[in-house]
């Protein structure tokens, strides 16, 4: 069954860069874009851009430009999130979420299958 | 990147039916069928529940259904039940090439 393992908790300092992977199974990595969306305590989700794992070819949202960084290994099918320069407001679970295809349709504008979340906790 | 608005909470007792709206501008989801609908049960991932305005995916119940007018979106449950006790969030593509996420709404079976 198609599944998303992410990575394990991480404590960080202000100032410090965090990388989160995400690893895919059962199907085929490079068919389908990745999202990254992030979610603070109590807050609503955010999306933070997305990654074709074919090319590698990127997209972020406006906000965490310039400290957003996302690549892919397609050896071992892991898409990995990196943000830099964390300060307190960057503390949230991270998700990576598969984008979706309908082949009926051709509809793509969705995240049909979620990573359970890594928590990254941004702290002095 | 504006969030969509949804009300903060909804409730309805079991059998009843609930409706939570979604409101953006005709950037995003006055402009496209691209709106899609997550549940999340408190310390869980979200999970797709309508993608494309009313499509629904396999396995997720005909209780749940989604429609669009100009600028709102709308998620119906019919027939609540216990278990659809969530928080609730709608998504729209942007003429940015971006994807924006409503605030959120609580559902509460009484």
Known sequence: QVQLVQSGAEVKKPGASVKVSCKASGYTFTSYYMHWVRQAPGQGLEWMGIINPSGGSTSYAQKLQGRVTMTRDTSTSTVYMELSSLRSEDTAVYYCARRGYDILTGYYYYMDVWGKGTTVTVSS | ?110
């Open chain 2, 1 to 110: 990147q504006s969030a969509l608005t949804q009300p903060p909470s909804v409730s309805g007792s079991p059998g009843q039916s609930v409706t939570i709206s979604c409101t953006g501008t005709s950037s995003d989801v006055g402009s496209y069928n691209r709106v899609s609908w997550y549940q999340q049960p408190p310390g869980t991932a979200p999970k797709l529940m309508i993608y494309e305005v009313s499509n629904r995916p396999s396995g997720v119940p005909d209780r749940f259904s989604g429609s669009k007018s100009g600028n709102t979106a709308s998620l119906t449950i019919s027939g609540l039940q216990a278990e659809d006790e969530a928080d609730y969030y709608c998504s729209s593509y942007t003429s940015s090439s971006t994807f924006n996420f409503g605030t959120g709404t609580k559902v509460t079976v009484l």
